[in-house]
């Protein structure tokens, strides 16, 4: 499968402010997937993009998709507690699986 | 609709052993894939069923294995326990087979701890 790097590893970020993840691969990916893992919880899907530059909004969550389809990220504005969690980015291959990136662990002050 | 469930929810082994792990999944979808949870490697996928079939495995061991019934449900089976076999093992299924476009939903997981 094709790796996918994300970065960064930890986001501590003040309530109210604004952050990205960015997801990143050496080949063109096939579609590119996002997940929140809440602590102590599962992964739960948030988003699928498939076409090159792709654009999607979810009320506070931005994610996009880049022209060459290597490259994917997502923007949370005025970060709240319940954006707390790990967001993993996860690229749906050729043969039946995801791979995962390492994920982003969000911390956020009050 | 019921979720992805998963049993045991916990599970403590000792090394050498072997454990069962089970995994039911929603109503109606055919493609069970599982992996593997811990702190330093992330997300570990370690195989993909379909119609009973594994179509696709990751790279761990010969002591991991698993199966898939009739009716859609998938058992995982770890062989020989090692202390680094500890982690979150998630079970996770999906509407339609055979497509790339397609989430995922998980379980709750097993945390199997073998001491």
């Known amino acids: 499968g094709q790796q996918v790097m994300q970065i960064p590893q930890y986001q501590h970020v003040q309530e109210g402010e604004d952050f990205t993840t960015y997801c990143n691969s050496s080949t063109t990916l096939s579609n590119i997937q996002w997940y929140k893992q809440r602590p102590g919880g599962h992964p739960v899907f948030l988003i699928q993009l498939v076409k090159s530059g792709e654009v999607k909004k979810q009320k506070r969550l931005t994610f996009q998709f880049g022209e060459a389809k290597k490259n994917s990220s997502l923007h949370i504005t005025a970060t709240q507690t319940t954006d707390v969690g790990t967001y993993f980015c996860a690229d749906r291959s050729n043969d039946y699986k995801l791979s995962f990136g390492a994920g982003t662990t969000v911390t956020v002050r009050a | 609709k019921a979720g992805v469930t998963q049993t045991p929810r916990y599970l403590i082994k000792t090394r050498g052993q072997q454990v069962t792990l089970s995994c039911s999944p929603i109503?109606?979808?055919?493609?069970v894939s599982w992996y593997q949870q811990t702190p330093g490697q992330g997300l570990q996928f370690l195989f993909e069923?379909?119609?009973?079939?594994?179509?696709n495995k990751g790279n761990f061991p010969g002591r991991f294995s698993g199966r898939q019934f009739s009716n859609s449900r998938s058992e995982m089976n770890v062989s020989t326990l090692e202390l680094g076999d500890s982690a979150l093992y998630l079970c996770?299924?999906?509407?339609?087979?055979?497509?790339?476009?397609?989430?995922?939903?998980f379980g709750q997981g097993t945390r199997l701890t073998v001491v």
């Open positions: 996770a299924s999906s509407l339609i087979s055979g497509l790339m476009n397609t989430e995922a939903f």
């Open positions: 109503s109606g979808h055919r493609s």
């Open positions: 069923y379909f119609s009973e079939t594994q179509r």
